[in-house]
């Protein structure tokens, strides 16, 4: 079975530094792989996903990952941190069905932002 | 304006008691789930549909039941609701293989 794991609960970022959120999976063949994030009291937002091609994929707000087969990682970062970015962060892994596919999500990781 | 609505935006129920959630989506997307949230544990699939008459089972399905009468509706009922689903549910919808997944406001239950 597939599984995320996010190794940081909490992270706290000055603004205007750069970010980098951990992400590992499992997952026994090619993984597709998403970050959301979810504002205080909002649903998810999809920032980035990958499903093959390059490896570093770009995303909304500024964000972008790099997927790492040989570390099974799928880290995503952001050069310049803004305050509106604080809120937590998801990933998550794919597992097709017929005609869908199920999302497995890591526990997440609450950023926070000081001035 | 396109998307996902749920209804109850918030609810407190007796321990016992049937109740049903609503969720309705309006793009037209052969697939959608319930999940639920937990401080602590991320995000969890209770149950999905990938098409109008079709449903599955996720991750932690007990005491939940789905329909999937046509494409756009997708309730989620606990049928005799614990202390243990307070939770905050999500519905989500997608189109096809590998899409994004849309995800609406979300329900937070209280079971008392």
């Known amino acids: 079975a597939q599984s995320v794991t996010q190794p940081d609960i909490h992270i706290t970022v000055s603004e205007g530094a750069s970010l980098e959120l951990r992400c590992n999976y499992s997952?026994?063949?090619?993984?597709?792989l998403f970050w959301y994030v979810q504002s205080p009291g909002q649903g998810l937002q999809l920032l980035l996903k990958?499903?093959?091609?390059?490896?570093l994929v770009q995303g909304i707000k500024g964000f972008e990952a790099e997927f790492k087969r040989s570390q099974s990682s799928f880290n995503l970062r952001k050069p310049s941190v803004h305050w509106s970015d604080a809120a937590e962060y998801f990933c998550?892994?794919?597992?097709?069905?017929?005609?869908?596919?199920?999302?497995?999500f890591g526990k997440g990781t609450k950023l926070s932002v000081i001035p | 304006i396109a998307g996902i609505t749920q209804a109850p935006t918030s609810q407190i129920l007796a321990a016992g008691r049937r109740m049903t959630l609503r969720c309705t989506q309006d793009m037209r997307h052969n697939a959608m789930y319930w999940y639920r949230q937990d401080l602590g544990l991320g995000l969890r699939l209770i149950h999905y549909s990938n098409t109008a008459g079709t449903t599955g089972k996720g991750e932690v399905p007990d005491g939940y039941s789905v329909s999937r009468a046509n494409t756009d509706d997708f309730p989620l009922t606990l049928a005799s609701a614990v202390p243990s689903q307070t939770s905050v549910y999500f519905c989500?919808?997608?189109?096809?293989?590998?899409?994004?997944?849309?995800f609406g406001p979300g329900t937070r239950l209280t079971v008392l």
């Open positions: 997952y026994g063949a090619t993984p597709y």
């Open positions: 990958y499903f093959s091609g390059d490896t």
């Open positions: 998550a892994v794919a597992s097709s069905g017929a005609g869908s596919y199920q999302l497995t």
């Open positions: 989500a919808s997608s189109q096809g293989f590998y899409n994004e997944q849309f």
